[in-house]
């Protein structure tokens, strides 16, 4: 993510660049998930261009948090 996204707005459009880096995937995998709908994470097309919302990608993130069990190490 660049410098003049840290301080981003939830309105904010990231590129899959970006939103692979901060999800630690490839942006070939985000492009998997877009056209067989694997998870639900939106994103806005103009054109050929392919942006995320940040707000959506935190969303997504937050819904994937998982809670550690009191007996799980």
Do not use: H
Request: with cysteine.
């Amino acid at each position: 993510m660049r410098k003049d996204q840290m301080s981003a707005t939830p309105k904010t459009l990231l590129t899959p660049q970006d939103v692979a880096d901060r999800l630690g995937v490839s942006t070939t995998t985000l492009s998997t998930w877009r056209c067989t709908k694997r998870y639900p994470l939106p994103y806005v097309k103009v054109g050929r261009l392919v942006r995320y919302r940040l707000a959506d990608v935190e969303d997504f993130e937050l819904n994937r948090l998982q809670e550690i069990a009191a007996n799980d190490n």
